[in-house]
């Protein structure tokens, strides 16, 4: 055999195998730009739908640390006061209260809270009354028990007690313990008429005031 009929008959033989080769490379190619593609496309879709964990704002039950107030007093509010979730006239029948106590503020008109949004509401509203207290009381040494009893008598009757009641003069100069009792005692009244539940609160400052005792309302 001559070699060009060689050659030729090479040739004829590698011209196909580089084709189907040729093809092969191109199927590959294909197969794993298409596989690229859908692990692309898995991991978009699971980044969009993937939820990240935000930590959570809700106050802690009781914390108070910012305050000069105790968490004793508030888990003593809070068991005087009970949880209402929606508004409600209690004795002071002219405001509507919500949550632990909390009298709503013109411009408030909450429809339903949480325990912890009331708990939220209760401690700024103890950031007022603890400061009226030590505005009025400011030099005069107050213990936390005593602190948080007065703070406790702001948050019944308001910030702008002290003038006309005979406990602040009382407590300034450190009356007897017989004294303060009836200086808590007179305090009793809404509307000008007695309450056996606000006695029974006052009573329970007076304890707290003079014998450093949290009583609850059970």
């Known amino acids: ?30 197969i794993s730009s298409y596989t690229s593609l859908i692990d692309s496309n898995s991991a978009t879709v699971s980044s969009s739908t993937s939820t990240t964990s935000m930590p959570s704002t809700v106050n802690i039950p009781g914390n108070v640390d910012s305050l ?11 068991s005087w006061e009970s ?27 909450y429809t339903s809270i949480t325990q912890p949004q009331a708990e939220q509401l209760l401690i700024s509203d103890l950031k007022i009354y603890s400061a009226s207290v030590e505005n009025e009381f400011v030099g005069y040494n107050l213990t936390q028990n005593q602190l948080d009893a007065l703070t406790d008598l702001c948050f019944g009757l308001g910030t702008n007690i002290w003038p006309s009641i005979s406990l602040t003069h009382d407590v300034k100069s450190h009356a007897s313990d017989d004294v303060i ?26 304890i707290m005031f003079t014998q450093d005792v949290y009583e609850l309302n059970t």
Request: hydrophobic content about 40%; charged content about 20%.
């Open 1 to 30: 055999m001559t070699r060009r009929k060689k050659t030729i008959i090479i040739i004829s033989v590698a011209v196909p195998l580089l084709g189907a080769a040729f093809l092969i490379l191109v199927i590959v190619g294909t």
């Open 68 to 78: 000069p107030v105790s968490n004793n007093l508030v888990k003593f509010i809070e």
């Open 83 to 109: 949880f209402s979730s929606t508004g409600y006239n209690g004795l002071d029948y002219w405001n509507t209260t919500i949550g632990y106590g909390h009298v709503e503020l013109p411009g408030q008109d």
């Open 181 to 206: 009792k009836s200086d808590y005692e007179a305090l009793d009244n809404v509307g000008g008429s007695p309450s056996e539940g606000l006695l029974r609160r006052r009573d329970a400052e007076y």
